[in-house]
């Protein structure tokens, strides 16, 4: 069974950092691209990042281009989002995604005040 | 990047069958064969209805249905139910990014 289970989400001042972990079981991550997908309070779903499945490919929405970095372990079948400058705007469940077979986690939530 | 243009609500009534279109550009729905629609209830994760256009994935009703056409994609709805009532998101892939659309609210009268 794929499961995907995020983690690392929480309070975080504003210009602060935090990175988010996904934690993949159930088929070979190494095949598979992998995505951050974030929903504001209340919001739409809006796509952040991904990457390929050896890590050498990564995108990135504009709204966080320059300040956040997606990242994988494949040995610990492990997805990351490096979150900096952290702002107000950045709130929101973040969820790990992985978008052929349609499999997402439950999302981690992540405050930006002060 | 701007989102994928969808109407903010639609409804109809049990039995009926609705329609939600999705709108972008040749950049994104119109150029793409990885279109998707994701259905959200409230405090859920999104599910997967649709891909590549018109596809169900295992499990999903056939009451469900995609299409596209041009620049915009559509996912009809046949036999609506109760249990339909929920968010719809519709999301392209485009080129280096993908892109999802504002979202629709489903209510079932």
């Known amino acids: 069974e794929v499961q995907l289970v995020e983690s690392g989400g929480g309070l975080v001042q504003p210009g602060g950092s935090l990175r988010l972990s996904c934690a993949a079981s159930g088929f070979t991550f190494s095949n598979y691209w992998m995505h951050w997908v974030r929903q504001a309070p209340g919001k739409g779903l809006v796509w952040v990042s991904r990457?390929?499945?050896?890590?050498?490919?990564?995108s990135y929405a504009d709204s966080v281009k320059g300040r956040f970095t997606i990242s994988r372990d494949n040995a610990k079948n492990t997805l990351y989002l490096q979150m900096d400058s952290l702002t107000a705007e950045d709130t929101a469940v973040y969820y790990c995604?992985?978008?052929?077979?349609?499999?997402w986690g439950q999302g981690t939530l992540v405050t930006v005040s002060s | 990047q701007s989102a994928l243009t969808q109407p903010a609500s639609v409804s109809g009534s049990p039995g009926q069958s609705i329609t939600i279109s999705c709108t972008g550009t040749?950049?994104?729905?119109?150029?793409?064969?990885?279109v998707s629609w994701y259905q959200q209830h409230p405090g859920k994760a999104p599910k997967l209805m649709i891909f590549?256009?018109?596809t169900r994935p295992s499990g999903v009703s056939n009451r469900f249905s995609g299409s596209k056409s041009g620049n915009t994609a559509s996912l009809t709805i046949s036999g609506l139910q109760a249990e339909d009532e929920a968010d719809y998101y519709c999301c392209s892939n485009a080129g280096i990014r993908e892109v999802f659309g504002g979202g629709t609210k489903l209510t079932v009268l």
């Open positions: 590549e256009v018109s």
């Open positions: 995604a992985r978008f052929m077979g349609g499999y």
């Open positions: 990457v390929n499945g050896d890590g050498s490919a990564t």
């Open positions: 040749s950049s994104d729905v119109g150029g793409s064969n990885f």
